[in-house]
């Protein structure tokens, strides 16, 4: 069997949890690489989430959800000046209407100290209404968790993957992995779409497809089932008539309820809704789920400002079939699981990842810590944040810092040509969109698109009919066909 790489460690997925557990890895002394099918990073569960690192009162007393959303969240603290993650620690509230939610809030107090949850307040309505003062008047009181926030979890995975870049590991995007390759029930490898690589672990943090990595290696110890979530996204006018933080409603089984959010960019947002299906691939939004998110909101505000909202979009949420996160070896020595990794998995993925790398170290005792780890990654600078003579410095070292290209989000092609070249750069549309946030705005890229689409095709040298929006299938731009051409 021919090899084209021979490696220790191979990372199937390139989310939060993918990326987060690489970066791990590259603290030791070893060969790592991560695989990711589609041309980009976190284009799964990691995409389209609620953003909020939870702090860690909701999921049941001793699972690996509570376990590592706590660890994780307190990893997060810090974390984020080393990585330059975008995080608000902006504290939540779980809202009670009635008496009978209040008793429910209190069941949820005394969870998350048990959970080791710290500066958890149960608070009246006025003490409420303080901290939220947009809230219906005749709600009873609630929940106050001061150490959860929002964050970029794009962003996030990118500095995960950038660190452990420059610390030696490899990534691979348009990487598919086809078979485990096994022998005598021991991992050896895995067949890509690229090659074979040699490997002795396969980690499987492959978000929705983790059943069917698992499949491929012979372990059907576990399923997974997508669980969808619907959201409406508000324009930054309308921040000031909904909430200043994160609002939850009182939970209920299947779920943490419709949320009213602030993002770390300044929008708001309302949902997820909760509706487990079979298709993987089915990210719609429907009219019913957008009828149901706004009903749920209107229970906590009196005014939703639904005429400034500029776009829906849904994402997927990876379940277990055993309800709990799934971070264990498999059925085959050598595979090891990171899977069913629902909410709140991105609140858990640095815990994750120390648990998983801290698995396999007890196989291998001689793999050595790096004594040269670089912690430290370098922010690229967001040129609307800076100061005017900093915006006038730059525009004088680089023409490039003075064409402004998304005029919603004050974008500059100096910046989008960065994104493009930085480590694990951006190689789609939505991939500099993610970056930048060119095309985020009020117009969502109806002017700033084709401006982008051209630097991508001048910058990666490739014409404009093989720039992708997104995944590998998305080409927005086709040769045309003159009249009696083959158009097979």
Not at 196 to 217: E, F, V
Request: proline content about 3%.
């Amino acid at each position: 069997m021919d090899f084209i790489r021979d490696i220790d460690v191979v990372v199937i997925g390139g989310g939060v949890t993918g990326t987060a557990i690489l970066r791990e890895l590259s603290k030791y002394a070893l060969k790592c690489m991560l695989i990711e099918k589609e041309p980009d990073l976190a284009l799964g569960t990691t995409k389209a989430n609620s953003a909020i690192i939870h702090s860690g009162f909701d999921a049941p007393f001793g699972t690996q959800k509570a376990l590592t959303n706590v660890r994780g969240n307190r990893l997060y603290h810090e974390l984020q000046n080393q990585l330059g993650l975008d995080i608000k620690w902006l504290g939540s509230l779980v809202v009670a209407v009635n008496d009978e939610e209040m008793l429910t809030l209190k069941d949820l107090l005394v969870r998350g100290i048990k959970n080791g949850v710290k500066n958890l307040e149960l608070l009246d309505r006025a003490a409420t209404l303080a901290k939220e003062p947009n809230l219906k008047q005749d709600i009873k009181g609630s929940l106050w968790a001061p150490t959860a926030g929002v964050c970029w979890p794009f962003g996030i995975a990118l500095a995960f993957a950038r660190c452990a870049v420059q610390n030696g590991a490899e990534v691979l995007t348009n990487c598919a992995a086809k078979k485990i390759l096994t022998k005598d029930d021991t991992i050896v490898g895995v067949e890509t779409s690229l090659g074979n690589i040699k490997a002795k672990y396969i980690i499987n943090a492959a978000g929705l497809a983790a059943d069917k990595i698992a499949a491929m290696a012979g372990d059907t110890s576990f399923t997974i089932h997508p669980r969808k979530g619907e959201y409406i996204l508000f324009d930054k006018t309308a921040s000031p008539s909904l909430v200043n933080g994160i609002v939850f409603p009182t939970p209920t089984k299947q779920s943490k309820g419709i949320l009213i959010c602030t993002t770390v960019h300044g929008n708001t947002f309302i949902g997820p809704n909760a509706h487990d299906q079979e298709d993987v691939e089915d990210k719609s939004t429907t009219s019913v789920g957008m009828d149901e998110i706004i009903a749920s909101s209107q229970k906590l505000i009196d005014k939703v400002p639904l005429g400034a909202a500029i776009t829906e979009f849904s994402g997927l949420r990876a379940v277990s079939n055993t309800g709990d996160f799934i971070i264990r070896e498999g059925t085959v020595k050598g595979l090891i699981h990171a899977a069913g990794i629902q909410s709140p998995g991105l609140s858990a993925a640095p815990a994750i990842a120390e648990e998983v790398v801290e698995l396999i170290a007890e196989f291998e005792p001689e793999w050595s810590l790096k004594r040269n780890f670089k912690a430290i990654v370098t922010r690229r600078k967001v040129f609307s944040e800076l100061k005017i003579e900093e915006q006038s410095k730059l525009c004088n070292e680089n023409k490039l810092y003075g064409r402004i290209v998304c005029r919603c989000e004050t974008v500059t092609e100096g910046e989008i040509v960065d994104a493009i070249h930085e480590t694990c750069g951006a190689r789609t549309l939505d991939g500099v969109k993610r970056r930048t946030r060119a095309g985020m705005g009020r117009c969502q890229g109806g002017f700033c698109g084709p401006k982008v689409t051209q630097i991508l095709a001048r910058e990666l040298n490739i014409p404009l009919t093989e720039v992708l929006k997104e995944g590998s299938a998305s080409k927005m731009f086709f040769e045309k066909k003159l009249p009696g051409e083959d158009t097979k």
